[in-house]
């Protein structure tokens, strides 16, 4: 999974995918229960894979020639809970991981 530019995107996505559900969880804790920093910390993990998943998404969208629209979508699908698994099962899993 680690070998192609492909898996390590898909891992990431995965990752950051689960973070964004995390948030979710962690904003019930912040404010029904008044514990703010398991919110803080998984923020700043969602953020800085947040960021690696758009600079992965820009690396597979040169190397593997995907059209804007692929592209579009792909950043899209990281602003919508349970979007990136998704975006994996219908257009990441189909690519040709070799380049």
Known sequence: ??????????FIAFIEGCSFLLIGLTMILKYRYDM???????GMVHG??????VLLLLQ?????????????LGFLASLIPFGTFYADKKWFSKQDPNI
Do not use: A
Request: charged letters at 10%; a positive charge; hydrophobic letters at 45%.
């Open 1 to 10: 999974m680690f070998n192609s530019p492909l898996g390590r995107f898909r």
């Open 36 to 42: 703010p920093g398991p919110n803080y910390v998984v």
């Open 48 to 53: 800085v894979l947040f960021i690696i998943y």
């Open 60 to 72: 597979v969208t040169y190397l593997y020639k995907w059209s804007f629209w692929k592209l579009s």
